[in-house]
């Protein structure tokens, strides 16, 4: 079983719709949560984070986080056609290094 | 601000081949990060420096996978001899420190194609 869980899609939703993206992990030790953005033949992007449990608002995107459930997501209000990317999640156990476990990755595709 | 760079974008050698690839990090940025993704997978951790010491090397395959950081700023990383399995994307990521939480920011990658 891998730490971190992710379905790799492809998500393929209409513009303007509401987009749920989600991991699930096995490492209870996990306290630093973030989702960075992939374009295509580019590097991933820090998106957004959240430390231990709790929800983060960034303009049109939301973060989410259960601890107790080990489940962790991210919405998208709005999508758009350049939201179109691979949305990977990575978490920290904080404890040292900074070290960050990912998960494989959804593809999502935003069709105008 | 320059973000990290690292070359060449991409590159295709025969199995059994040496190949060495290259990043520089942001300026001012101690820790460096090496990772493998391999296509439909995340990023995988090689090896982390932090100025021109290894903090983390637990993942990298080291009869095959060397990497060095000499003067606390580039970084080379060096397949030898290369296998089919190592095709990949070679990630460069950079931090201002090494310390829990701070943001790592990415390079475009190399790509390696191994025939």
């Known amino acids: 079983q891998k730490e971190v869980e992710q379905d790799p899609g492809p998500l393929s939703v209409p513009e303007g719709a509401i987009v749920s993206l989600n991991c699930t992990y096995s490492?209870?030790?996990?306290?630093?949560f973030m989702w960075y953005r992939q374009y295509s033949r580019k590097g991933p992007e820090l998106l957004m984070y959240t430390y231990s449990s709790g929800n983060k608002e960034d303009g049109r995107f939301t973060a989410q986080v259960d601890k107790s459930s080990k489940y962790i997501s991210l919405f998208i209000r709005d999508s758009q056609p350049s939201d179109s990317a691979t949305y990977l999640c990575a978490m920290s156990e904080g404890n040292a290094g900074n070290m960050l476990t990912f998960g494989g990755g959804t593809r999502l595709m935003v069709k105008p | 601000e320059a973000g990290v760079a690292q070359s060449p974008r991409y590159k295709i050698i025969e199995k059994r081949q040496s190949v060495a690839f290259w990043c520089n990090p942001i300026?001012?940025?101690?820790?460096l990060y090496w990772y493998q993704q391999i296509l439909g997978q995340g990023p995988k951790l090689l090896i982390q420096f932090q100025n021109n010491g290894v903090v983390d090397d637990s993942q990298l395959p080291k009869d095959r996978f060397s990497a060095e950081r000499l003067k606390g700023v580039d970084s080379t990383l060096k397949i030898q001899p290369a296998k089919l399995e190592d095709s990949a994307v070679y990630l460069c990521?950079?931090?201002?420190?090494?310390?829990?939480?701070?943001?790592?920011?990415f390079g475009p990658g190399t790509r390696l194609t191994v025939l």
């Open positions: 300026s001012g940025h101690a820790t």
């Open positions: 490492n209870s030790a996990f306290q630093y």
């Open positions: 990521a950079s931090s201002h420190s090494g310390s829990f939480g701070n943001e790592q920011f």
